[in-house]
Structures are given as structure tokens and as C-alpha cells.
């Protein structure tokens, strides 16, 4: 990542001075194209390097029901918004081992992506259902 942003950084300032300066309409507007697109790169490359330096888990056992509960919940507005039922099944509660805000995040982010492929429709549905199995 720190290399490619040492690649985009340049890009972004040149096409912001280029846009500065006086030529035509369609030399504006594609200097500022240009501009966009590599600004959105910029934030895509540094969102990705603050995911890859994730720290180190901490585990501890917690109710993945409840934290799955509670992420449905937090986007309940945003599922009614977006005519989508969501549907958490767990025949009980049921505990894991691991980094409950690490996981949370994985859900949310499944979640999210789940909503974004629904866009437009009036009947979507997004059902999770946990079970306990002896497999390892």
C-alpha cells in the first residue's frame, strides 16, 4: 500500500495543479476526472492498509447470537429502508471463542455487502442461521 500511495500522491497533485490552469472546457474536465479517480484510489489504498494491520486478536468466548442480534438491530433502520427482511435463526444461544470486534466487524461488513447486492429490490431477504455441529 505505501507504495502504490507514493505512486497515486503525484498523480492527485499534478491533475489538481493542471486543473488550475487555464485551458479549455474538456481539458478541465478531464484533468478533474483524473483528479477523482485517483483520490478515490488514495482512500480505497489507505483503508486498505489500516484493514491489513489488524491487531492481534483477543479472544475471549462470547454469544455470537447476541452479537449478530445486536448487529441487527444497529441496521434495522437500514434493512426497512431498503425492503429487506432480515432473519437471524439460532435453535439457542450459541458461544464461540475468539475477538468478538473483530468478528462483529466481519459480520457487518457480510451484512452490508448482502444489502448492496439487494439494491433495488422491494422483497429482499437476508436470512443467518447458526448451528452447533461436532466438526472440526
Known amino acids: 500500500t505505501h507504495e502504490i500511495m507514493n505512486t497515486i500522491a503525484p498523480i492527485v497533485s499534478l491533475s489538481q495543479t493542471l486543473s488550475l490552469r487555464p485551458y479549455g472546457r474538456e481539458s ?45 438491530l444497529l441496521l434495522q433502520s437500514d434493512f426497512e429502508n431498503a425492503h429487506i427482511h432480515f432473519i437471524l ?26 444489502m448492496q447486492s439487494l439494491e433495488g429490490k422491494t422483497d429482499g431477504q437476508i436470512e443467518v442461521t447458526l448451528e452447533v455441529t461436532n466438526k472440526l
Not at 40 to 67: I, W
Not at 89 to 100: Q, T, V
Open 28 to 72: 478541465n474536465t478531464g484533468l478533474g476526472v483524473i483528479r477523482e479517480q485517483s483520490e478515490r484510489l488514495m482512500e480505497f489504498t489507505e483503508s486498505y492498509r489500516r484493514l491489513s494491520y489488524m491487531p492481534e486478536p483477543k479472544k475471549k468466548r462470547f454469544s455470537l447470537t447476541n452479537s449478530l442480534h445486536n448487529l441487527g
Open 89 to 114: 435463526r439460532a435453535p439457542s444461544d450459541i458461544y464461540i471463542e475468539g475477538d468478538e470486534k473483530q468478528l462483529s466487524q466481519v459480520f457487518l461488513n457480510l451484512l452490508k455487502n448482502s
